[in-house]
């Protein structure tokens, strides 16, 4: 069964702390994986990644594939307030362009 | 089912049809939701549901989109007189109840791919 599991599901830092969420995934006929910041509405997209080892960077945000170990991390230095939301972590397939979502990891940024 | 599911998976139509996209939510999830992905475009909001009325349907791109959702659970989005760029993923995606411990975490369908020729 095809999946995509995000951990941890819930986090609370300190403002200038620096987290590392996690996402791993079983889903057959891989083609990217792809990161959203959701606050309220949509969520935002952040990065895909669609090859092994390439680190892809934004700002105090990075993230990274490794399709070895079939997961990715994403960075945040220096976490803000403004960092507080769910983390969404989504796999596309090859085959029918599925979107495959982990349930998030919610951050929450104290002052 | 135990997640959100979505049909068609894919669907091609012609410019000019129109076309109806299915939502199922969780079971017990009062919060539906809308999206659409672009090619190259970061996830669009459509519509939200909360029970069966649509207190915010900002994101619908056009009068040729409707939605409803009956019974407070399936939902259907309309899209009529087809046109190219209507071509997308479309996801739905369902949140609980606030009160529930598991608010505000929405959970996504596999989406059904729009393509529009």
């Known amino acids: 069964e095809d999946k995509v599991v995000q951990s941890p599901l819930s986090l609370v830092v300190h403002e200038g702390d620096t987290v590392t969420l996690n996402c791993s995934y079983e889903?057959?006929?891989?083609?990217?994986l792809l990161w959203y910041k959701q606050e309220k509405k949509a969520p935002t997209f952040l990065f895909m990644l669609t090859s092994s080892g390439i680190e892809k960077k934004s700002g105090r945000l990075s993230s990274i594939l490794d399709k070895k170990e079939l997961s990715s991390i994403l960075n945040i230095t220096a976490t803000q307030t403004g960092d507080s939301a769910i983390y969404l972590c989504?796999?596309?397939?090859?085959?029918?362009?599925?979107?495959?979502f982990g349930t998030g990891t919610s951050l929450t940024v104290i002052p | 089912g135990a997640g959100v599911s979505q049909s068609p998976s894919n669907k091609v139509t012609e410019k000019g049809k129109d076309v109806e996209l299915r939502c199922d939510p969780i079971?017990?999830?009062?919060?539906l939701y809308w999206y659409r992905q672009s090619l190259g475009q970061g996830l669009e909001f459509l519509i939200y549901?909360?029970?069966?009325?649509?207190p915010d349907k900002s994101g619908l791109p056009s009068d040729r989109f409707s939605a409803e959702r009956t019974g407070g659970s399936v939902s259907t989005l309309t899209i009529q007189r087809t046109q190219q760029e209507d071509s997308a993923v479309y996801l739905c995606?369902?949140?609980?109840?606030w009160g529930s411990g598991q608010q505000g975490t929405q959970y996504f369908g596999p989406g059904t791919r729009l393509l529009v020729l």
């Open positions: 889903v057959t006929n891989f083609r990217s």
């Open positions: 549901f909360q029970g069966n009325s649509a």
């Open positions: 989504a796999v596309v397939r090859n085959t029918g362009n599925q979107f495959y």
């Open positions: 995606a369902s949140s609980s109840p």
């Open positions: 079971s017990g999830h009062t919060a």
